[in-house]
Each structure stands twice: as C-alpha cells, then as structure tokens.
C-alpha cells in the first residue's frame, strides 16, 4: 500500500527557514520521483518541485532561488527546505508522486511572528 | 511553462444533471492530463489518470475525454456527495494545475 505523510513544523515566523519532511511507504524512491506541492487557503495548486529518481531536482522557477529538495533513501524521505519565509508562503503544503496518483494528507504552515 | 485554463469556475447543478467541466492547455499536452476532486480541509483524490483512465474505486459516473490542448471530465449523473472543488493537472512538461472548478449541488 501505497503512503506519503508530510510532517513538520505548523507554524515558521517570517525570515526563517522551513523544513518539512515527507515519508514515504509502498514507493521506492530510486525508482520514483516526488514532488512537492503547496496551497494557501482558499486559492489553487501550485507545483514546487521535484526530486527526481535518480536524485537530479527541478523547482519552480519563481520560487527556485529559495528551494532545496532533497531526499535519503535508506529512510526513504523526502526533504523540502524553503528560506525566507513570508506570510504568503501560508499554504497547505503536499508531497506527491511526480505523476499525481499519490498525496500525502498535507501539512498546514502558517508564517507568523 | 503551460497554462492550464479552467472553466468554469463555479458551476451550479442539481442531482442527475449530466455537469462537463474543461481545461484547455497552451500547448499539446499528449493526454498527460489527470482530474481530481478536492473538498475542503482534505488532499486531491485523483478521479481520472491520462485524459481517460478511471483510478481504481472511482464510480463510473465520473469519465474524462480529450486530445492535444482541449480535455473534459464529465459526471454523468451528478450525486449529492460530487459537490467539491475540481482540478485539471498536466504532467507532460513541467506539471501546472488549472485555476479549480467549483461545484455547488443546487
């Protein structure tokens, strides 16, 4: 069975780095590729990008200069660090399988002093 | 990067109505086109893989059709609990996401 289950912290104050984790289960991730995805309250998707099965990684390019995903596959874990956080970086923020077949739950980061 | 447009944005419908939704692409997308629901607080749950391809457990109501920039997702016979917020997503290049349909069951 097929699992993706984000974690990390829910709230980041504005300038610092957030750090979020996804878990993977029932996927290997030398032969998957996973993305990040993220939604602030009440608007659309946006893609952040992707961590790709061979380890190379793609980003969005309007938030590329602030993302670094990154993964460890003996723990099988996808990692998404992301500095200089605002308070439009609030979103619910998903991991998923590249293709869009499997999501996490979602994680809830709110950027607040 | 593609543009996905959605539409329309908010759809009103009552229960049996045969509801179609659109995503049109700036470019050809090679059918790399998936649909999913979204209802408040919850992930996507994808309904329709590939333009056309129905993910295991979904009714057979829900159908998805297209070819080269232009997709629909139809539900045939909508039902009370198809109320939600609807996604394009295309996965052929660098993977966006339509604006989102939302459907109120009337």
């Known amino acids: 069975q097929v699992q993706l289950k984000e974690s990390g912290p829910g709230l980041v104050q504005p300038s610092q780095t957030l750090s979020l984790t996804c878990t993977v289960s029932?996927?290997?991730?030398?032969?998957?590729?996973v993305s990040w995805i993220r939604q602030p309250p009440g608007k659309g998707l946006e893609w952040m990008g992707v961590i790709w099965s061979n380890g190379g990684t793609d980003y969005n390019s309007a938030i590329k200069s602030r993302l670094s995903i990154s993964r460890d596959t003996s723990k099988s874990q996808v990692f998404l660090k992301m500095n200089s956080l605002q308070t439009e970086d609030t979103a619910m923020y998903f991991c998923a399988r590249r293709v869009g077949d499997y999501w996490g739950q979602g994680v809830m980061v709110t950027v607040s002093s | 990067d593609i543009q996905m447009t959605q539409s329309p944005s908010l759809l009103s419908a009552s229960v049996g109505d045969r509801v179609t939704i659109n995503c049109k692409a700036s470019q050809n997308i090679n059918k790399y086109l998936n649909w999913y629901q979204q209802k408040l607080g919850e992930a996507p749950k994808l309904l329709i893989y590939?333009?056309?391809n129905l993910q295991t457990g979904i009714p057979s109501r829900f159908s998805g059709s297209g070819s080269g920039t232009d997709y629909t997702l139809t539900i045939s016979s909508l039902q009370p609990e198809d109320f939600g917020t609807y996604f394009c997503?295309?996965?052929?290049?660098?993977?966006?996401f339509g604006s989102g349909t939302k459907l109120e069951i009337k």
């Open positions: 997503f295309q996965h052929n290049s660098w993977p966006t």
């Open positions: 590939n333009t056309n």
């Open positions: 029932g996927l290997s991730l030398t032969s998957n590729s």
